[in-house]
């Protein structure tokens, strides 16, 4: 995930040469010694690269959801591409980081850069989506909700960046990381095209369209206020685990497998919902088991009776 990374910059050490070194090598030596040069700096831009990629895919998914009569495609395809671009940035979130890993260009540069483009693509990107879903609400409500997101973004971020040590060992995230909140709100943008297909066309069986109909109406709602509760989320205290950590590890729970045979199932029978309810799931299953938990420690118990007097 995004917040996890401190990459990237071309460290002047490792990519500046002295010429003249070259120059008294052989001719063959002379080539192998600049292509090996030349690999290093390419290496070394690399996690910059993918980083800045995360940032294109965020202004693109922008771009697209705020397009006009220009990009004559239906508003549920203009979100689905927003949607899509989202989880582009998520692809290059996840890269960069381990690339600076393994060319060993961690730097506070790029940590900071990482930060920036995550606040366009999981920050900016998603409000936008927040203010083009949904026409069954007030302009100024919907405009709130995309506010509220986006500055819990930036809260979020800035709290981590802060709050890290360079020795952290990434098990867990303290709230909800941005990326999984992006990635609910876009996995919803995701779904709506095949929703609307299902509700319009008359090949469906008739339970299907009426589920699909009432699906499209409640998103008008649903979205906009589940943007909400991901804002609070975001800045909350609750420990998430950090997934991508445990499986490159090698560490899988028989409770981590349970979950991927029930997102195997719900993407059989209704594929263009698993995305939503698998997000769903990561986003509220923690809060929802600290809360039952605390309500169940407070409980008063004793030993032999039912009740305290």
Not at 40 to 47: C, D, F, I, N
Not at 119 to 131: E, L
Not at 166 to 173: C, I, L, Q
Request: with cysteine; aromatic share 10%; proline share 5%.
């Amino acid at each position: 995930m995004s917040e996890l990374k401190g990459e990237l910059r071309p460290k002047p050490d490792d990519i500046e040469f002295d010429e003249s070194e070259l120059q008294s090598l052989s001719k063959k030596d002379f080539r192998r010694q600049k292509r090996r040069r030349r690999r290093k700096l390419m290496l070394a831009v690399l996690p910059t690269m993918l980083t800045l990629g995360n940032g294109m895919c965020g202004l693109g998914a922008i771009a697209v959801a705020v397009s006009g009569p220009e990009l004559a495609w239906p508003l549920e395809q203009k979100l689905f591409a927003s949607g899509l671009l989202i989880f582009g940035g998520m692809l290059f979130d996840a890269l960069d980081g381990s690339a600076a890993r393994m060319t060993g260009q961690e730097t506070e540069f790029g940590g900071q850069l990482d930060s920036l483009c995550d606040a366009v693509t999981f920050g900016t990107a998603p409000a936008v989506i927040i203010w083009r879903i949904s026409d069954a609400l007030p302009q100024r409500f919907l405009w709130a909700c995309g506010v509220l997101f986006t500055l819990c973004v930036l809260i979020r971020l800035a709290r981590f960046n802060v709050e890290t040590d360079e020795d952290d060992t990434h098990e867990t995230f303290e709230g909800l990381p941005s990326p999984a909140a992006a990635g609910t709100l876009a996995a919803f943008a995701l779904a709506m095209p095949e929703l609307k297909s299902i509700a319009e066309e008359a090949s469906y069986n008739e339970n299907l369209t009426w589920i699909a109909e009432k699906a499209l109406i409640a998103s008008h709602y649903v979205i906009p206020t589940l943007a909400g509760v991901l804002a609070y989320l975001m800045v909350s205290r609750f420990q998430y685990p950090h997934l991508v950590a445990q499986y490159a590890r090698g560490r899988r729970s028989l409770h981590q497998i349970g979950q991927a045979l029930f997102v195997v199932v719900v993407a059989i029978f209704i594929h263009w919902m698993v995305l939503p309810i698998a997000f769903c799931y990561y986003s509220f299953w923690t809060p929802l088991k600290a809360l039952l938990t605390k309500r169940k420690d407070d409980d008063p118990v004793e030993l032999g009776t039912d009740s305290i007097d």
